[in-house]
Protein backbone atom coordinates (compact mmCIF):
# COMPACT_ATOMS: atom_id res chain seq x y z
CA UNK A 1 0.00 0.00 0.00
CA UNK A 2 1.69 3.32 -0.89
CA UNK A 3 1.16 6.39 1.10
CA UNK A 4 1.03 9.85 0.31
CA UNK A 5 3.79 11.79 1.72
CA UNK A 6 1.94 15.52 2.22
CA UNK A 7 5.59 17.12 2.67
CA UNK A 8 5.87 16.39 -0.98
CA UNK A 9 2.94 18.11 -2.25
CA UNK A 10 3.36 21.58 -0.47
CA UNK A 11 6.73 21.87 -2.11
CA UNK A 12 5.24 23.26 -5.60
CA UNK A 13 2.88 25.35 -3.52
CA UNK A 14 5.85 26.82 -1.53
CA UNK A 15 7.92 26.95 -4.86
CA UNK A 16 5.09 29.16 -6.34
CA UNK A 17 4.81 31.58 -3.19
CA UNK A 18 8.40 32.28 -3.07
CA UNK A 19 8.33 32.89 -6.81
CA UNK A 20 5.11 35.24 -6.94
CA UNK A 21 6.69 37.27 -3.31
CA UNK A 22 10.46 37.81 -5.02
CA UNK A 23 8.14 38.94 -7.90
CA UNK A 24 6.19 41.27 -5.81
CA UNK A 25 9.15 42.71 -4.04
CA UNK A 26 11.87 42.97 -6.81
CA UNK A 27 8.95 44.97 -9.15
CA UNK A 28 8.60 48.18 -6.91
CA UNK A 29 10.92 50.35 -7.37
CA UNK A 30 12.05 52.27 -3.40
CA UNK A 31 12.22 55.20 -5.30
CA UNK A 32 8.97 55.66 -6.60
CA UNK A 33 7.03 57.88 -4.72
CA UNK A 34 3.21 58.00 -4.80
CA UNK A 35 1.27 60.46 -6.96
CA UNK A 36 -0.34 62.49 -4.86
CA UNK A 37 -3.96 62.72 -5.41
CA UNK A 38 -6.20 65.76 -5.75
CA UNK A 39 -8.94 65.48 -2.79
CA UNK A 40 -12.32 65.70 -4.33
CA UNK A 41 -14.00 68.90 -4.66
CA UNK A 42 -14.70 70.83 -2.79
CA UNK A 43 -11.30 71.21 -0.35
CA UNK A 44 -9.48 73.72 1.47
CA UNK A 45 -5.85 72.42 2.86
CA UNK A 46 -2.70 73.69 4.32
CA UNK A 47 0.11 72.64 6.42
CA UNK A 48 0.75 75.11 9.45
CA UNK A 49 3.78 74.45 10.51
CA UNK A 50 4.61 71.60 8.41
CA UNK A 51 1.51 69.33 10.05
CA UNK A 52 -2.06 68.67 8.02
CA UNK A 53 -5.07 71.61 8.58
CA UNK A 54 -8.13 71.17 7.41
CA UNK A 55 -11.29 72.90 8.23
CA UNK A 56 -13.86 70.36 10.59
CA UNK A 57 -17.47 71.16 11.94
CA UNK A 58 -19.36 74.10 11.40
CA UNK A 59 -19.29 77.99 12.49
CA UNK A 60 -21.08 79.18 15.56
CA UNK A 61 -23.86 80.17 13.24
CA UNK A 62 -24.25 76.95 11.15
CA UNK A 63 -22.24 78.01 8.27
CA UNK A 64 -19.62 75.13 6.30
CA UNK A 65 -16.44 75.05 7.63
CA UNK A 66 -14.70 77.20 4.90
CA UNK A 67 -15.64 79.79 2.42
CA UNK A 68 -14.69 82.13 -0.57
CA UNK A 69 -16.13 85.12 -1.29
CA UNK A 70 -15.27 87.08 -4.62
CA UNK A 71 -16.77 90.17 -6.37
CA UNK A 72 -15.05 91.42 -9.20
CA UNK A 73 -16.63 94.60 -8.93
CA UNK A 74 -14.52 96.05 -6.16
CA UNK A 75 -10.80 95.40 -7.64
CA UNK A 76 -11.02 91.90 -7.67
CA UNK A 77 -11.33 91.48 -4.19
CA UNK A 78 -11.35 87.88 -2.25
CA UNK A 79 -11.68 86.84 0.59
CA UNK A 80 -11.33 82.85 2.48
CA UNK A 81 -12.12 82.03 6.00
CA UNK A 82 -11.97 78.61 7.40
CA UNK A 83 -12.86 77.26 10.70
CA UNK A 84 -11.97 74.04 12.84
CA UNK A 85 -13.83 72.64 16.05
CA UNK A 86 -11.23 70.46 16.48
CA UNK A 87 -8.17 71.66 16.42
CA UNK A 88 -5.98 74.73 18.65
CA UNK A 89 -5.56 76.81 15.07
CA UNK A 90 -9.44 77.51 15.04
CA UNK A 91 -9.84 80.16 12.40
CA UNK A 92 -8.11 81.34 9.58
CA UNK A 93 -9.36 84.12 7.00
CA UNK A 94 -7.20 85.79 4.10
CA UNK A 95 -7.94 88.12 1.58
CA UNK A 96 -6.59 90.14 -1.24
CA UNK A 97 -7.36 92.36 -3.98
CA UNK A 98 -6.84 92.69 -8.21
CA UNK A 99 -6.76 88.61 -7.93
CA UNK A 100 -6.01 87.53 -11.63
CA UNK A 101 -6.17 84.25 -12.86
CA UNK A 102 -2.53 82.80 -13.45
CA UNK A 103 -0.79 85.29 -11.48
CA UNK A 104 0.74 85.33 -7.81
CA UNK A 105 -0.60 87.99 -5.48
CA UNK A 106 0.01 89.41 -2.47
CA UNK A 107 -2.37 88.54 0.09
CA UNK A 108 -2.53 91.90 1.73
CA UNK A 109 -5.21 92.44 3.65
CA UNK A 110 -6.77 90.68 6.71
CA UNK A 111 -4.59 87.35 7.43
CA UNK A 112 -5.98 86.29 11.03
CA UNK A 113 -5.37 82.77 12.64
CA UNK A 114 -6.85 82.37 16.27
CA UNK A 115 -4.65 79.81 18.04
CA UNK A 116 -6.98 78.40 21.20
CA UNK A 117 -3.91 76.35 22.40
CA UNK A 118 -1.88 79.04 23.21
CA UNK A 119 -1.98 79.34 26.48
CA UNK A 120 -0.46 83.04 27.07
CA UNK A 121 -3.51 84.89 26.18
CA UNK A 122 -1.65 85.95 22.46
CA UNK A 123 -4.20 83.93 20.52
CA UNK A 124 -4.74 86.38 17.64
CA UNK A 125 -2.00 86.47 14.73
CA UNK A 126 -1.47 88.63 12.18
CA UNK A 127 0.47 89.02 8.96
CA UNK A 128 4.47 88.87 8.71
CA UNK A 129 4.72 91.47 6.32
CA UNK A 130 8.43 90.78 6.21
CA UNK A 131 7.78 87.21 4.81
CA UNK A 132 6.17 86.41 1.13
CA UNK A 133 2.20 85.90 1.87
CA UNK A 134 0.81 85.20 -1.33
CA UNK A 135 -2.54 83.63 -3.29
CA UNK A 136 -2.03 81.77 -6.54
CA UNK A 137 -5.18 81.08 -8.95
CA UNK A 138 -4.68 78.12 -11.54
CA UNK A 139 -8.50 77.93 -12.68
CA UNK A 140 -11.17 80.28 -12.47
CA UNK A 141 -14.92 78.94 -13.93
CA UNK A 142 -17.39 81.88 -13.75
CA UNK A 143 -20.42 80.42 -15.03
CA UNK A 144 -20.19 77.16 -12.36
CA UNK A 145 -18.91 79.60 -9.91
CA UNK A 146 -15.37 77.43 -9.16
CA UNK A 147 -12.04 78.51 -7.88
CA UNK A 148 -9.11 76.67 -7.52
CA UNK A 149 -5.27 78.05 -6.54
CA UNK A 150 -2.55 78.10 -3.89
CA UNK A 151 -1.53 79.75 -0.96
CA UNK A 152 1.43 80.44 1.82
CA UNK A 153 2.16 82.88 4.09
CA UNK A 154 3.36 83.42 7.57
CA UNK A 155 2.01 85.12 10.82
CA UNK A 156 2.89 86.59 13.84
CA UNK A 157 0.90 88.04 17.20
CA UNK A 158 2.24 89.78 20.27
CA UNK A 159 3.91 87.29 22.22
CA UNK A 160 6.91 87.19 19.10
CA UNK A 161 4.79 83.48 18.12
CA UNK A 162 4.80 82.73 14.67
CA UNK A 163 3.09 80.37 12.30
CA UNK A 164 4.25 78.93 8.46
CA UNK A 165 1.29 78.30 6.75
CA UNK A 166 2.91 76.24 3.22
CA UNK A 167 1.16 73.83 0.71
CA UNK A 168 -2.40 75.84 0.83
CA UNK A 169 -4.52 74.58 -1.53
CA UNK A 170 -8.60 75.35 -2.25
CA UNK A 171 -11.20 73.97 -5.04
CA UNK A 172 -14.52 75.70 -4.40
CA UNK A 173 -17.19 77.39 -5.25
CA UNK A 174 -17.45 80.79 -4.27
CA UNK A 175 -20.47 83.54 -3.80
Known amino acids: MKTLNKNNSS ?12 LTIFSC ?9 EPRF ?21 FPPFDVIYNPETDGFISFSAVSTKDDISNISFSSRHIELGQKHEISL ?12 CIKYYPDTLSSNWIFISEWNEPDRKIKGTFEFNVLNECSDSHQVTNGRFYMNYD
Open 29 to 37: DPDDEPVPQ
Open 110 to 121: NILMRDRGNMEG
Open 42 to 62: PYFLMDIDGEPWYPYGATPSG
Open 11 to 22: IPTFLFLLVISS
